[in-house]
């Protein structure tokens, strides 16, 4: 299949496959190594969730656990129908990686050849010639045995500025060996998208009749403006990881890839845009990476307004929105709280939250929110309930307080808690254990709470912060997200014991849930 053999439907652009290698050369990250069950459970996700049109799973003849890893993956594509999207890399060994795939019930081989003669001569010692010989007899064996064939020329990129007659040699020694996909890897980085485009526009008028991949990588910052270069000059095939995960400072972003080819070049692709954001969040939980919250599309912040003024903007037309929605990611804008806050922010909060303050006390509460961004406090909208009622002096929000709090903790013992609460003038005590204080303190308020058939919400998540170069005395923040009817909230505590913070935070929920009970 040539380059103008990929089409799109009507009425959109060129349609671009894209390759997932996540498991594969997103794995070459340090420190990540995925489980077997977390390899498929990606796989999955990949293919049938996200919708991505190929993935690379693994290289061979890494070890036995690899090999089993990747026949669970090709056991459950061949099941649904993905045995041909799921691709493993080989090595120019003959019959080696040949087997260990076929063994683990692959059907597409992606041999890793030279695409660079410095590499082809001092690592491998070995002619341009030899080079080509032992590819073809490893792609004969792989026919053979009913694998399809692609091939990375690795460090293209340099191979070609430095030599391109051993670059174009290689491909006409391979271009007709059946061969489907000729992958072409910036391996190290180098180049920038003027560079990329010039490259590859020569290589498409030189190769009119092969399939190319690009496949970049993130040393300069410019993975994805390369990918779009790429896909300007003709290359319908590009390469890229969930959050940006590989080798040194990585591979190119699915997510911004995605975005930018839709959004830039007006190019059809096969992605839910919908499901990135989960198949960002489950890497990072089985890689162990955290992404920055101001990763582009899939960052905890990239949809959050700060600036007053933008807010005012949106609330009056829209002024700050562009083509980068939130809710083609299945997310939602939000307006910061803080020292940047204008009224619209306070006001677009309000409404989410369905509260209605007149213009002198939403003027007060302001105000308050200036003061706390002052000195750096973090304020979610959760936190506008108390805050108007400390501005207020409204005793509405307080309808339970927590009097005393005495936890225990030790050593290979259980923890207690004791506590003594005052609900709307009533006094209560109780006590618990558990395994830690917190534990303990839930279970101890539980009791009270469950005579007053007053339901605790499902803890989703649980989030410590502690100021970077902070002393033993130094704050501790505590955020804990609740899923409540449906819906998710976050409430946060402040304090310099970690458990007291976290039940701050738990008493903000409950107070909440109280309040909003008794008005519905």
Known sequence: MSQSDTTAPAGTGRHIAIMDTTLRDGEQTQGVSFAANEKLNIARALLQSLKVDRIEVASACVSE??????????QWASREGYEQRVEVLGFVDHRRSVDWIRAAGGRVINLLSKGSEKHCREQLGKTLEVHADDIARTVEYAHSQNLQCNMYLEDWS???ADSRDYVFGLLERTG???????MLPDTLGVMDPGEVSAALQIMLAEFPDLEFDFHPHNDYGLATANVLAAVRAGINNVHCTVNCLGERAGNASLAEVAVALKDKLGMSLSIDETRIVTLSRMVEN???KWIAANTPVVGADVFTQTAGIHADG????NLYVTELRPERFDRKRTYALGKMSGKASLINNLEELGLNLSEEEQAKVLERIVKLGDSKQIITPEDLPFIIADVMESREV?????????VSSGLDVESTASIRLDIEGEEYHSSGSGNGGFAAFINAIRKIL????FRMPE???????????GDTNALTEAIITWGMDGRKIKTRGVDSNQVLAAIKATMRMINMRMQSEQSG
């Not at 803890?459 to 100021?467: A, N, Q």
């Open 314 to 317: 949106d609330l009056k037309g």
């Open 176 to 182: 007709s060996l059946g061969i489907r996909h000729f």
């Open 286 to 288: 089985f890689s162990g």
């Open 158 to 160: 340099n191979g070609y």
């Open 398 to 406: 307080h309808l339970i307080n927590l009097k005393n709090c005495y």
């Open 65 to 74: 656990g690899e090999k089993q890893a990747v026949a669970q993956i090709n």
């Open 450 to 453: 469950d005579e007053r058939n």
């Open 459 to 469: 803890l989703v998540d649980f989030e410590v912060h502690i100021p970077r170069g």
